[in-house]
């Protein structure tokens, strides 16, 4: 069903696996299928209930976190990432996501954080265009600039690298 491009039937089947064996790698599917189908909500759900039982589950606080970042739910993004970064101190993803999360609420602490995952990925360019973002919340416009210049010449631009620069500039 996955492979066919049926979200439905990769839904029921998903649904139907994770009853009858429930682990992080069957939650991780089926929350997936569930955003696929517009199921946000219900996805959310299985997964706040899944670490409100599984607290260090990795897996599910990565898929938890994500969709509350994409959602725009910093502060429910930043106590999943927390629990990532605690545990799993050299997860740069986790790091660069968390730092992302704390963009606009603790500056400070965003900008320790990315640039820690800079010292072990200096060129990275997500986490360099995180670092710019964090910059600029921060007030720091020339520098932020000049990130996000690096990050053009290390990857080109893209549409997210585009309109970063186009918020700073502003």
Known sequence: ????????????????????????LSLFYLSSALIRTRKVDEALRLL???VAEYPEDGLALTQLGSLRAVRGEDALAVKAYEVLVEKYPDDLASVNNLAWSLRETDTPRALTLVNRAL????????????????????GEYDEALA???RVVEIAGTNLPLAFHRAEVLA
């Open 1 to 24: 069903a996955l492979s066919l491009d049926d979200p439905e039937a990769a839904e029921r089947l998903l649904r139907r696996a994770h009853q009858r064996q429930p682990n992080s």
């Open 48 to 50: 706040d209930d899944w």
């Open 147 to 149: 990130t996000l210049d």
């Open 119 to 138: 010292d072990k990925v200096p060129d990275s360019p997500a986490i360099l265009d995180t670092k710019a973002v964090v910059l600029m919340h921060a």
